[in-house]
């Protein structure tokens, strides 16, 4: 009894005779590399990592030291980090000043209009263009509407003048048509349709690009299985195409919210001036004035730190939330 329970039992962990096995490793999953591994392996690589992360460093992240000056007197000529602590004196400065908060309505209100207006049209545009049978109308149509993309912001502004003058076009067809002109770019009232009109022309056709590589990863036979149950070409968009896409729609809005309050900086302050500002100044643009024409750079220091926060908190909400109800998220 003794001899064949010895031979029936099974070695023992670590045993280190021959037929014995040996405990595995701690602290390494099968197939698990560690990272100086994988920097041995692949360093050619990660060296093309090198310039983007010296891009980031240099002009993204040791910038952010300056924001030190929003809470401390900058004199030009003096200390790169300010010369005296005054605390929150600029943060309250510019709470108090009604300027800052009108400026402030319209940036949220620019800013939500360009989101609500140029954010789905893109979608609208790539399910058109993947719908289309004839590649050279579909070939025409993507390279007239990705054009605008590669024209500069001066030359986009300089059309858009041009265009809304009082001489222009536009008015030319409203005086065919019996109408009185109308100075566009001189009436508040008018600012934000042109902007938010510039925008969509400048920008849908670009913003096609994502969506139609996103529809081409979705699985033919699921288009072949909607029309087997009988659905249409909108029931296909609806129950196939959509949730398809839905992923990358689902982070283009997360960093779209993301730069809410950076409404376009370049196009406002080349279309907009004194008549305007009641509904054309942003943040951005009186950040401009108070911080490079008024060489208030403290105050300008404040006001950004405070829109970063603003875009920080709607970012991290959009998240949270996107991932909460749809599964979906940027982490």
Not at 11 to 34: E, I, L, V
Not at 227 to 234: K, V
């Amino acid at each position: 009894m003794s001899t064949a329970s010895t031979i029936d039992r099974p070695p023992a962990t670590g045993d280190p005779s021959p037929g014995g096995t040996r405990p595995a490793r701690r602290g390494k999953r099968p197939g698990h590399r560690t990272w100086r591994e994988a920097l041995r392996r692949d360093w050619q690589l990660y060296t093309l990592a090198i310039l983007p992360l010296l891009f980031f460093l240099v002009f993204r992240y040791l910038p952010m030291i300056g924001n030190v000056i929003a809470f401390r007197r900058f004199e030009p000529g003096g200390n790169i980090l300010g010369e005296e602590w005054v605390g929150l004196r600029y943060v309250r400065m510019f709470l108090n000043d009604p300027t800052f908060w009108n400026v402030f309505a319209n940036t949220v209100i620019l800013g939500a209009l360009t989101l609500v207006v140029c954010f789905p049209l893109p979608i609208v545009l790539a399910l058109l263009l993947n719908e289309l049978v004839s590649k050279r109308i579909k070939r025409f149509v993507q390279s007239v509407s990705y054009l605008p993309h590669f024209l500069s912001t001066v030359v986009v502004a300089g059309m858009v003048m041009e265009l809304v003058s009082l001489d222009g076009p536009i008015n030319q067809v409203l005086r065919a048509l019996g109408g009185e002109p109308i100075a566009f770019l001189q009436e508040p009232e008018w600012f934000r349709a042109v902007y938010v009109s510039s925008e969509v022309w400048q920008t849908v056709g670009w913003g096609t690009i994502i969506y139609l590589a996103a529809l081409t990863t979705i699985d033919p036979q699921l288009y072949e299985a909607a029309r087997i149950d009988g659905a249409g070409r909108w029931r296909q968009i609806w129950h196939v195409t959509l949730p398809g896409i839905r992923p990358t729609v689902v982070t283009l809005l997360i960093l779209n919210i993301g730069t809410f309050m950076a409404v376009g900086f370049e196009k406002i302050l080349l279309l907009y001036n004194p008549l305007t500002y009641p509904t054309a100044d942003v943040i951005a643009t009186y950040l401009y004035r108070m911080g490079v024409v008024s060489n208030n750079f403290s105050y300008a220091a404040a006001i950004g730190l405070f829109e970063a926060i603003i875009g920080l908190a709607l970012v991290l909400s959009a998240n949270f939330i996107s991932r909460r109800t749809v599964g979906a998220s940027l982490w």
